[in-house]
């Protein structure tokens, strides 16, 4: 360990510092100097102090560094100053490591007047232990400042050091003075350290910020220890260093962790962005919005430049506005996004430059804004997103070692960035050509129909969930839903093949849905023998504007879910087939339901029922009484609001397609009626 051996320079004993097994001198203080007068460094402590040593024993110096046991010596006699006249001093000797070399601390205290006086040694030599144990502490540390406290921690002595770093003088210091250099936040913890360390009568080490003499804090770690004598504590030495370099270095380190750790599972965009967010305040930032460009496929930047942030993140009490904003070509936002760097404003509070602060964030909060920043954030050789952070009130703005972390934050989750970015990308266009693959419900008189395709936010491809409906030449409707195996473009493939087939199937010729089930999954087993899949086909018609009937069959689906309008929801669970895929040329049931006036029928996929690790009827249990709910609910809401209200895990694509009755069948007889009341 190094120490800075000028904090000895004020001490009232002497104080040498020797290396090397020839105890070469690299120190000594100027009580010392005082004492024997300047002695050239560098020298062996033979040829050092050769002309005052008396004996010119040396051997205690070879003794101590030996056996690394304390020294200590009364009364060894020398000569400096009148000729002839002979002096003593008290020594004592400790071993300490230097630079990796083995080496000597050595305390002088001159006796001459003592022993002249005939005074008993033993008050001068326990001050002149304690002294070397004092200082044998404080060279190993490495320290801007030494102090020395009374028992309960008051400062009793000078200290250059500190004055140097703080800028207190020694009026202002002393006693508990130190105290106010202490940055506010820091100083109960402080004392309740120092409480503890006397309590327990331990050494003490705690790290807390100090007001220098620039302005500014700087953090510090503060290092003490007892000195006891006769079973006390007669005062407190100890050694302070600044360490604000070491501090920020762990504090950055452990925010890239922190940012690594917090989306290294997210494939979501909103959720990447967000946990980023996350991370930057309150640990860098007050405030920050996280910007997705919308020319993140490398296209140029146009004006006017428009954005929406996908994270905002504002202090208490103030209120976020996530719109879409409007940036002309001066703004910080566009400037950043065409030079690639961060452009960095600091300012008089609540002054912000045009362009600066944008409006995601309410006047209050702009009120109170110190500084700001905006980062590009390059994925993949893009500019995909800026992050705009605002720092507000009493904290100290936003400087360029925060701006370097912040950077540094965005390249630490460049891979989760990248990957959350591709797949929004990836996902946006499976889910355009999902859609496309799934046509509009057609326009039936009487009848409303409604459908919805909800694709998983965990997965990018493609799925095999599709819906189908259309009128067949008779006027009757075909209603169908169904899931292929699988989440890729291979079963979107498989689907689509699949559901043109049950087309045609369907279109030309009129039996029972499970014969043309049967027809399919033979063309299925033949098309596509790796593949399996389920389905639900059904024909709704109305028959001489009587009662509406369901023709339906289920091929290992979940089964149909009608709602009356008075919110009675029950499943329509006949006609249970194999799923598709399997047993070739076997018959395959139908069966007919009918239809009460206002009722809604809903066919949908898996995912909006399981849940994994959940059991199946619990979530058929939970759609049956949400849809019971919304009974009389338009049907547009009807669906929309299943979607949103069920703790769906979003792992599976959704597709659902909804069918609500008219009001009143025209025409009924007394066969009807009590189905279809006039």
């Keep these: 360990m190094c120490a800075d051996l000028n904090a000895f320079d004020v001490l009232p004993v002497g104080v040498l510092v020797t290396v090397g097994s020839d105890h070469r001198l ?18 062996p402590i033979r040829e050092a102090l050769g002309d005052v040593c008396v004996d010119g024993d040396f051997t205690l110096f070879d003794r101590a560094l030996e056996t690394g046991e304390a020294v200590t010596v009364d009364e060894i006699p020398f000569e400096y100053g009148e000729p002839g006249r002979r002096r003593f001093a008290s020594v004592g000797m400790s071993k300490i490591m230097w630079d990796g070399e083995e080496g000597l601390l050595i305390v002088v205290q001159e006796v001459t007047q003592r022993i002249a006086s005939e005074r008993p040694p033993s008050s001068v030599a326990g001050q002149q232990q304690r002294f070397l144990q004092r200082y044998r502490s404080l060279v190993q540390l490495q320290t801007d400042a030494v102090w020395v406290s009374d028992p309960m921690g008051r400062v009793r002595e000078p200290s250059a050091g500190w004055q140097r770093l703080t800028g207190q003088p020694w009026e202002e210091y002393r006693g508990d003075g130190w105290l106010n250099a202490v940055y506010p936040d820091d100083r109960e913890p402080a004392i309740e350290v120092w409480a503890r360390a006397v309590e327990q009568r331990d050494n003490l080490n705690q790290v807390y910020r100090v007001r220098t003499s620039g302005g500014g804090y700087r953090h510090v770690r503060v290092r003490g220890m007892p000195i006891i004598e006769g079973g006390e504590i007669v005062e407190w030495v100890g050694a302070i260093a600044d360490i604000e370099q070491e501090w920020q270095e762990e504090q950055h380190r452990l925010l890239l962790d922190q940012v690594a750790a917090v989306t290294v599972n997210l494939a979501d965009l909103d959720e990447v962005l967000r946990a980023l967010a996350e991370v930057i305040v309150p640990n860098l930032a007050d405030g920050c919005g996280i910007y997705v460009l919308p020319e993140f496929e490398d296209q140029p930047i146009s004006m006017p430049f428009m954005a929406t942030p996908m994270a905002i993140i504002v202090p208490a009490g103030a209120r976020p506005f996530p719109r879409q904003e409007v940036f002309d070509s001066n703004s910080d936002l566009v400037t950043a996004v065409r030079t690639r760097r961060p452009i960095a404003r600091m300012y008089p509070e609540g002054n912000p430059p ?30 995909a997103a800026v992050v705009h952070a605002v720092v507000v009130g009493d ?9 370097e972390l912040l950077g540094r934050m ?20 499976a889910l355009a050509l999902q859609k496309y693959l799934l046509p509009d419900p057609p326009r039936v008189p009487d009848l409303e129909i409604t459908a919805r395709y909800s694709a998983s936010a965990t997965a990018a491809e493609i799925g095999g969930d599709w819906y189908d409906s259309f009128v067949l030449p008779d006027g009757s409707m075909v209603l169908t839903i169904g899931d292929m195996a699988g989440h890729d473009l291979t079963a979107a493939v498989t689907m689509s093949q699949v559901r043109n087939a049950l087309r045609g199937l369907a279109i030309d010729r009129r039996e029972p849905p499970g014969d043309i089930l049967r027809r399919l999954n033979i063309a299925t087993e033949t098309l596509y023998p790796e593949d399996t899949g389920t389905c639900i086909l059904a024909r709704l018609e109305n028959p001489d504007n009587r009662a509406w009937r369901l023709h339906y069959s289920v091929a290992g689906h979940p089964p149909p879910l009608l709602v009356t309008q008075d919110g009675e929801a029950h499943y329509l669970e006949d006609a249970v087939n194999p799923l598709l895929g399997v047993g070739y040329d076997m018959p395959r049931a139908s069966t007919v339901a009918t239809l009460p006036p206002r009722s809604t029928l809903l066919l949908y996929t898996d995912g909006l029922v399981e849940v994994p690790g959940e059991h199946l009827d619990l979530g058929l249990e939970r759609l049956r009484r949400a849809a019971s709910s919304l009974a009389r609910a338009p049907l547009d809401a009807f669906c929309d609001e ?5 703790p ?7 597709a659902v397609i909804a069918v609500r009755l008219p009001p009143s069948c025209p025409g009924t007889d007394s066969v009807t009626a009590a189905v279809c009341p006039g």
């Design 648 to 654: 769906m895990p979003r792992k599976d694509d959704i």
């Design 410 to 429: 965005l390249d630490h989750a460049h891979p989760h960035l990248s990957n959350a970015m591709r797949f929004q990308r990836t996902q946006g266009v």
């Design 642 to 646: 299943l979607l949103s209200r069920l």
């Design 354 to 383: 045009p362009g600066s602060v944008p409006l995601t964030i309410n006047g209050d909060l702009v009120a109170e804004v110190n500084s700001s920043t905006m980062v590009p954030v390059v994925v993949d050789g893009v500019v």
């Design 26 to 43: 690299i120190y000594s203080n100027y009580a010392y100097q005082e004492m024997v007068g300047h002695r050239e460094h560098g020298a």
């Design 395 to 403: 904290r100290e703005p936003l400087s360029v070692a925060d701006i």
